[in-house]
């Protein structure tokens, strides 16, 4: 359920059909592979480890959603914006990266007349 409000949210106005399909085919694929491996998962490790298994997935998956997506009840698209566009946590794999990160700057598109 977060994912689909998330997806609705997230994505500036002139990109989010675009992208919600984008999202929603890689969702489908990864529900394929899923349904694709449970039953070798069952056959190598057994039934309670992968169970064990998809259950720590989803774990570090409330773990993601509570430490990266913010909170946006009660607010308009343009503040759900805002906050998307701050960073909260800057990763660093091996590499020292600026301080201020990638930057990220909003176009403006006007129509043509």
Known sequence: MVTWL?????YPVE???????????FN???NLFISLSFLD????????WTFLLYGLTAVLGL????????E????????????FQKRRFTLSFGHRQ???GIPYSRIEISAAS
């Open 6 to 10: 998330v997806l609705s949210e997230i």
């Open 15 to 25: 990109i989010r059909g675009r992208a919600f399909a984008f999202c929603n085919s």
């Open 28 to 30: 489908w694929a990864a």
């Open 41 to 48: 998962l069952i056959g190598t490790i057994g039934l309670s």
């Open 63 to 70: 773990g993601f959603i509570y430490l990266f997506v913010p």
């Open 72 to 83: 946006t009840k009660g607010q308009s698209l343009a503040e759900i914006d805002q906050q």
């Open 98 to 100: 600026n301080s201020t």
